[in-house]
């Protein structure tokens, strides 16, 4: 399935890194940012995940709640939170039901070969449950100021 701006966010319901469930249906009437990244601690998604952190103020302020997901376990989770100190949830996709659902596993190139994972991808969805903007090319080492930056374009385009 090939998600689009506009659409509805396909429904999904997972755990936090504290075995709490956030669902489509529980974030109905927030803006919200879900992440998806291949792997707790791996480095292209830590440098991904602390520059959220270093930019969550701002997002914060911008009334966005924001979600990271990977394939890893709550347990992981709650580590690589508690050793970076992030301010945000990570959701705990193991059975990859919701990556498969938002089309964002498959065969990609990493390193020079080829493999299957999670396809690094950021979705920003309005109160309605609709998808704002897709990011598809994820900077990782700025992708809080990537985020900063499509909000105030989304913002600029509302206000005309």
Same mark, same amino acid.
């Given at each position: ?44 998604? +830590? ?74 991808? +950021? ?16 900077? +990782? ?20």
């Amino acid at each position: 399935m090939k998600l689009e701006v506009g659409q509805k966010v396909p429904a999904f319901s997972c755990e936090d890194e504290n075995e709490m469930i956030v669902s489509d249906q529980s974030l109905l009437g927030s803006k919200y940012i879900l992440f998806f990244y291949p792997k707790d601690d791996s480095p292209g998604c +830590t440098k991904e995940a602390c520059s959220v952190r270093d930019n969550f103020k701002e997002l914060d302020k911008k009334g966005y709640k924001i979600f990271g997901i990977s394939p890893d376990k709550a347990k992981k989770h709650k580590k690589f939170i508690d050793k970076y100190e992030f301010q945000f949830p990570l959701l705990a996709d193991v059975d990859k039901e919701m990556i498969h659902s938002f089309g964002l596993w498959g065969p990609k190139k990493f390193m020079g070969r080829e493999i299957v994972g999670v396809y690094r991808t +950021t979705i920003l969805v309005n109160e309605e449950g609709r998808i704002q903007h897709i990011i598809n090319k994820v900077v +990782t080492k700025s992708h809080g100021q990537q985020l900063i930056e499509v909000i105030e374009q989304l913002e600029t385009v509302a206000s005309k």
